[in-house]
């Protein structure tokens, strides 16, 4: 969409009505899954090995200081990106699924931060840890008070933080510089 911005096929106006319907839809999504799957019990799975594992992750990305977080976001979104194009080119839809596939597994190994991936993990750990039973703290050996660095306020952030560096990414350094290399109108 940023293409067809700088193109001028779009407005700047159009541009940010679309991402924000996309954008909340996504959050409606997000929440509405870790909702399912945390009403789905999987969390104690494993003697509580999913639900703990969740939480670990949940901590250490909510505890990301703002500066690595955005930049953690910003190659997120340069991989995405990149599984996009990738797919473009692809034929059919297995040669799709298999274009995507590197980029997608290369963010999540480094430990990128995706916004929409985390308005699902967050909340979803977020309610295990408010909501898990007894039985799961007692299963993973710890309580609910071991992971106070999971918090709405500290979720947020995170989230907030990823959403503009994944912008970023998407956007400049992706968007911006194919239209520049590839689309923009030469004199």
Not at 156 to 184: E, K, P, Q
Request: aromatic share 12%.
């Amino acid at each position: 969409m940023i293409v067809a911005c700088a193109s001028r096929r779009i407005t700047i106006p159009e541009l940010l009505r679309a991402w924000l319907l996309v954008y909340v839809g996504n959050v409606v999504g997000a929440l509405g899954t870790a909702a399912l799957v945390f009403l789905s019990g999987q969390y104690a799975f494993g003697g509580g090995a999913v639900g703990k594992t969740a939480l670990v992750i949940a901590a250490t990305k909510s505890s990301l200081p703002t500066v690595p977080l955005f930049f953690l976001a910003v190659l997120c979104s340069v991989l995405v990106c990149l599984a996009v194009w990738m797919s473009f080119g692809a034929r059919s839809v297995t040669d799709k699924v298999v274009a995507i596939v590197p980029p997608i597994s290369a963010f999540v190994a480094a430990g990128f931060e995706h916004s929409i991936a985390n308005l699902y993990l967050l909340p979803y750990a977020l309610a295990v840890k408010a909501w898990a039973g007894p039985e799961f703290w007692t299963a993973i050996g710890q309580s609910s008070a071991s992971y106070p660095t999971i918090t709405p306020g500290a979720a947020f952030h995170n989230i907030l933080v990823a959403t503009v560096g994944n912008l970023v990414g998407g956007s400049l350094m992706v968007g911006v510089v194919y239209w520049f290399v590839y689309l923009r109108r030469r004199s």
